[in-house]
């Protein structure tokens, strides 16, 4: 066969180049708006888009927590049907991590079930002063510390301190040695932007509180790299980068560049680059540090 109709032939049986192209621009797939994933016997990781949640599953009904409503109108609805995927038993309790709306406007179709829920007295404070008709008020509040025992499951709740709020629980699963907890220990990102109704330096207090508290894994509020769960080496992580993020801010401060927008968003932290939100909201969190080194709040 000449040459040019061997060509002819093995241009024929070859993809298009056009086919080719447009394979290789294909972008990869979006994962799914909502999902629903086992971690444990009993334990499951509800995520709504970037936002997540916990239930506990037991025979005489269920704990859940954050019922997510401010990403999704229907996101409660959503929820409480997934939950019902799993099992048929009531709700028992909703606990709240915290009062922020964006993880927990979708109580609704929960209360309507006769849930009670559950949060710390700072949370209903907050509530009741915002007024806002979305958001189901507490039926009962906790201080410190409290438990709930629901069908041979144990979920502690506890307050570490003032952080991402002045109302954050931490939820412990001692059997299971998980925990969850929301905003204010991300895994490998950097804080939220200029960490809005965040409380310096009580937020250290609290990282040592929690790595002195035995779990194996914890379930964020926000998922993971990968969707995976969070480590104690992450929360160590985390302490890492406030702690630098600090001593920058501080430096700032004993220049007096703590009012200087450019000084303050020229800050680079190479370990961290690959960290989520790093060129985003690295500048914001470095302004909030020297608010607290320049100004003292």
Not at 130 to 143: A, S
Not at 196 to 214: C, H, K, N, Q, S
Not at 250 to 271: F, H, S, Y
Request: glycine fraction near 8%; aromatic fraction near 10%; charged fraction near 20%.
């Amino acid at each position: 066969m000449r040459p040019a109709l061997v060509l002819a032939a093995l241009l024929a049986l070859s993809p298009a180049p056009a086919a080719l192209a447009q394979a290789a621009a294909a972008p990869a797939a979006a994962p799914p708006p909502y999902a629903t994933t086992k971690v444990a016997d009993n334990v499951y990781v509800f995520r709504m888009l970037g936002h997540q949640s916990m239930f506990v599953v037991t025979p005489d009904g269920v704990i859940a927590t954050d019922p997510i409503g401010f990403v999704n109108k229907k996101g409660g609805e959503i929820f409480l049907s997934e939950i019902r995927k799993v099992t048929s038993a009531p709700v028992r309790y909703v606990v709240y991590s915290h009062h922020h709306y964006d993880h927990i406007a979708g109580g609704k179709p929960f209360k309507d079930a006769g849930a009670t829920f559950v949060a710390h007295r700072n949370a209903h404070r907050h509530l009741a002063a915002l007024q806002n008709p979305e958001i189901v008020m507490p039926d009962q509040v906790l201080d410190d510390a409290s438990t709930l025992e629901l069908g041979g499951t144990r979920l502690d709740l506890r307050f570490v301190g003032r952080n991402h709020s002045d109302n954050t629980l931490v939820m412990h699963l001692p059997k299971e040695r998980i925990i969850f907890t929301v905003d204010w220990l991300p895994i490998q990102a950097v804080l939220f932007r200029d960490l809005p109704d965040g409380f310096i330096p009580e937020w250290f207090d609290g990282l040592d509180r929690v790595l002195a508290m035995d779990w194996d894994r914890m379930i964020p509020g926000h998922p993971g790299p990968g969707g995976r769960l969070g480590t104690k080496d992450d929360v160590r992580a985390l302490k890492g980068y406030m702690t630098d993020v600090s001593d920058a801010a501080r430096q700032l401060a004993a220049e007096g560049k703590c009012l200087n927008d450019e000084a303050m968003a020229a800050v680079r932290l190479p370990k961290y680059e690959g960290w989520g939100a790093y060129s985003m909201f690295l500048a914001r969190n470095v302004e909030r540090f020297c608010e607290y080194w320049g100004r003292g709040y």
